[in-house]
C-alpha cells in the first residue's frame, strides 16, 4: 500500500485543478480533498484494496474509467467493525 503522502501527489497529478464531483455524497468535500477523505475512510474499512482499470477511454478533455475494487473488510466504517469479508464492486468515473 502507498503512503498517504504519495497517493496525494497522484490524485493531484490525475485530477483537473477545477475538479468537480457531481455525485458528491452528503457532507463529503468537494474536489481533491473529497477524492482524499474518501480513499481514507474506504483504506480504513478494506486496508487491502485494490482498484483496476476495467476500461479508460479518453476524449480532448474528458475520461471515462470503469474499475473494479476488491478487497477485504477487516477494518472500520463508521460505526462497523469488519468481519473478514471479501469486498468486490465495480464503479465508473466520468
Known sequence: MLPSGIRARYAEA?????????????????GLNGVLEASKNFRAAI??????IEELLVVADRAVARYIFTGHFTGQFKDLKGDGREISFRAVDI
Do not use: I
Request: glycine fraction near 4%.
Open 47 to 52: 486496508p487491502d484494496l485494490t482498484a483496476k
Open 14 to 30: 490525475a485530477l483537473a485543478h477545477n475538479f468537480v464531483d457531481r455525485t458528491l455524497p452528503s457532507g463529503r468535500p468537494q
